[in-house]
């Protein structure tokens, strides 16, 4: 058996929590934190985390460069530690970075070292809290957060408490009571009265619970320094507990309603603060609301059960009465797998080794353009926009479209077959089903009948050799001539589909392509960058779900409450001025909840209207400051930081399918803390603090932090450079 290696290489990405697991779990003396420019603030962060909790080992930061889409920047730094090395093996976790990073980096990892060392190339399963290795015979390990508490877990996430330790309101009622709380605060009112008691509640209850056990920590309110303003805060917990690494921020409602309410905002800054792993729960005093939680989940359809609870303050300190109670509902990940497991030091002794589906084959001397007319495999993922672009930006003879079980596969085929023929014939009027039919298209677009399991990169090379070796020399006057050239598309999907995509393309001798929408540009993992001729003419229809075309003013469409929930003026004016500023062909979807009796009570969190220009799409988001509960209900007031959560959800509505060909536009009016709008909504996408910039001009490449524009809608012009930009010219 061959030693474990002493040096580990981690690569890091905005997700910090994955890094600093699995820098504290692999059994090393030195640490390499991989990240690009982008993200070097994030692995020092995890530097500093690694070095105050683990001193047997040494860290360093290292960046590939300032283009994380760059294969060869990773693959360079990645030769240097070989080289540096000298022989020496090496842990991998490919966790972190994009797709790029991760991908090229497990490719040199295994082109690197010996077969047996795919023990040694981890990605953390987050479902499980597992280090998977990339050898399918041995079990995945468990991670270990030793000495990781809440502050560390805030601040690799860029935030900090401003006072460590519980209110003194807070201490008073714990100590002694309602009485002590009202002597020493006479004049409280008691809403205010009220609301201490109950935090005090479920705070002594579960430091009973937890406070005792040394993986466990429970703190009473805390709140978050405002990384904008000096000495002020940006966001509050009342309650925050961990169980090892697993954190859960508890929000105390003295009114039931109160919890629909704020639900969006809590979910949204706990998240910013601790990661997307964060769970909620919601624990209001007074009657039982047997459908409150179905009331969150109908305001706000992204918080799901899954993450956010909601439970009764009695209910609560009834039925959650013990540590395997609060493990079992608030931490599930976590009840069965021990909390300190390491790496072994030596290859462990099992079967034999899955044996490769064959060795690699060079890849071809140069990169097959459209003209060449390849063979395409793309994988479809949770946006199709991806597979429709692959069609335009390669022109294959012919395709395989690669669902996996969690992709949406209906209408795909005739999709991408009408995106292949308009990149073939950009002159043609659109075809219908049976054009595309008689003249070929549909044939030369395959759909797999059996989607692959996303998370199985093994299965994913499985499937995709065997096609390419079928689909090789079919083709009419290929069989006696050289094999057609084959690209792999690992642009969507899981990382674990891309890189069983990009490993299939190194076995056949095929080009591993990646998309760069920002620039209408491929990236080949073997011969770099290559842009693109033209641009993808995309079926919206299939890409916008929820969304149809508009031919009307949106105020026809929108009537009675709905036009409360959102500013339509807003949304009309704006929608307008970038049609108006368009030179090349514009389409306008709406979202067609708006017009839903109930339906439209969401709208909030998600763009009213989308203009789409050719191969991108710009979302317009006008949440209103008065809106409206249920139907029936008063308009009521909204806080700065849910109208910044709403905006925040359409801009991740809006990324679920278009990923970074898509932009947002956070639409106020003017003289609304249109500043301090923006400072929220830049914390929660965690744009940088330094050089807040709410007038930059409207381009992509940044598709999860959203502009805030200020328009007047009654005004003769609009006065906004984003409005007035030419998106069909970007």
Sequence with gaps: MAAAPRVAVVLVGQNPTPALLSALTLPVDHLLLVASDGTLAV????ASAVEALAADRSVRVLSVGSDPHDPGGVTGLLESVRTA??????YLDYTGGTKVMSVAAALHHEHALPPEARAWRFYLDSHSDLLRSADTASPGRPVTGHGVDLRTLAGIHGARWLADRDPKPLRLFLDGGPAALAEAFPKLPESELNGIAAEGRVLAHLRRLL??????????SRRVADPFRPGGSIADFDILVRHRHRVLCVET???????????GWTVAKARRVFGGATHVLFVYSGPVVADLRDQVTAYNPALSARH???WNLDTLTERVNSFDAVRDAFFPSLADTP?????????PPGPAPVPEPGPPTEPPAHHPGPEEAPLLVTPLGGSRLGALAAMHAHRPARALVLPSKQSLRARVREAAARALRAAELPDAPAADSAALRAEGYRDRVRLAADPVDGYDSGAVQRAVQEWIQAERGRGPGERDGAPRPVVVDITTGTKAMSLGLARAARHVGACATYQLPKDRAVVCLTHGRRGLAGRARIDWSLVLSGYEPLSVPLGEMVTGPARDQVDVALLERAGSALAEAATGECGVWWDVSLSDPQGFLTAQERPGLVLTFDDRAVGLAAPARLRRRTAEGPLRGVSPGAWAQSVFAATTHLNARCDVAGRVLALTRPGRNVTRAGELVDWIAQADPEAPDLTEELNFGEPLRPLVVAVDPEAEAVDCA????????L
Aim: net charge positive; proline share 8%; charged share 25%.
């Design 722 to 729: 984003a409005l007035n930009t030419d998106v069909s010219q």
């Design 85 to 90: 090395l000298n022989g020496r093996p090496w």
């Design 211 to 220: 406070g005792g056990r040394p993986d466990s920590e429970v703190l009473g």
């Design 43 to 46: 692995a020092r962060r995890v």
């Design 339 to 347: 909390p300190r497991a390491a790496v072994p030091a030596v290859l």
């Design 253 to 263: 409602k003295t009114r039931a309603e109160d919890v629909v309410a704020r639900a």
């Design 308 to 310: 956010v609870h909601v």
